[in-house]
């Protein structure tokens, strides 16, 4: 039998104790809002990550990743081989929609018509629906992805028309802030926008809202799905610009 270096050996225990870890907040985090743990999925953020500590998190039974740039991702899946589910959690440019149609199950960050109707064509037959979630600007600053409030029911509308795309609801990325009661105000913000859109008829259920700082805050607000990066696979080296 091969040896495991011990180095790598720490690496694997450190990514089964951080999984271990963050389930345990989700779960305090779902009882402390009378909400089941099961109501809330976790999603791997991977990004920046080599594809060793993405086998790692599979093996300790974590099985849908996220991602944000498409070609790192799709290097990523090369790699692996493992039958993962994908989330597109980055912006997305439309020469870069037929390799997330193909090959992602999950794209959350929805912002315009032309993107929807792209990824609706170039889906596959065989492959099912596409699962997409809009991204909202909740802060409302210029520099920060995603549609504003209003611009949504007519988004949803048109993405409603699309054969290839299952709507599931929103994600959001709040600013960064230590201020639980703004963390909690923000993502309070899109539960009531996701809620008044199935009030409208649309038959939403995912809220993609929570990560490392703030999921705490994000639970207790509703969010059916986290994105976890640092505190499963640790700090990232370096941040890079857009897909
Ligand atoms: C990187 C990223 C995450 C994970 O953030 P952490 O703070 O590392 O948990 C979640 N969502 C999006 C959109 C991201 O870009």
């Known amino acids: 039998m091969r040896r495991i270096p011990a180095a790598f050996q720490a690496i694997m225990a450190t990514i089964t104790d951080n999984l271990q870890a963050v389930k345990d907040r989700i ?4 009882a402390a809002a009378q909400r089941d743990s099961s109501s809330v999925a976790l999603v791997a953020v991977s990004k920046t990550h080599p594809p060793s500590l993405v086998r790692e998190a599979h093996a300790a ?20 081989g493992l039958p993962l589910e994908w989330h ?24 315009r018509e032309k993107i929807a109707r792209r990824l609706s064509e170039q889906r596959p037959a065989g492959l099912g629906e596409l699962n997409v979630l809009i991204q909202l600007n ?11 409030a209003g611009e ?18 929103l994600m959001a990325v709040p600013e960064a802030t230590p201020d ?5 105000a923000r993502f309070r913000q899109v539960r009531e926008i996701f809620e008044r859109l199935r009030g409208a008829g649309f038959e939403l259920d995912t809220l993609s809202m ?34």
């Open 210 to 243: 929570g990560m490392s700082d703030d999921m705490e805050s994000a639970i207790a607000e509703g969010a059916t799905l986290v994105r976890i990066g640092t505190a499963i696979f640790g700090a990232r080296a370096s941040v890079r610009g857009a897909a």
């Open 27 to 30: 779960a305090r985090a779902a």
């Open 152 to 169: 949504i029911p007519a988004l949803a509308r048109s993405i409603a028309t699309l054969a290839n795309l299952r709507l599931r609801g």
């Open 61 to 80: 039974g974590q099985k849908a990743f996220g991602e944000n740039y498409v070609q790192e991702a799709l290097e990523k899946m090369d790699a692996l």
């Open 180 to 184: 639980v009661g703004l963390q909690r």
């Open 88 to 111: 597109l959690i980055g912006p997305l440019q439309s020469n870069k929609t037929r390799p997330v149609a193909e090959r992602f199950d999950w794209v959350h960050t929805l912002e």
């Open 138 to 148: 909740v802060s409302g600053e210029r520099s920060k992805s995603g549609v504003s």
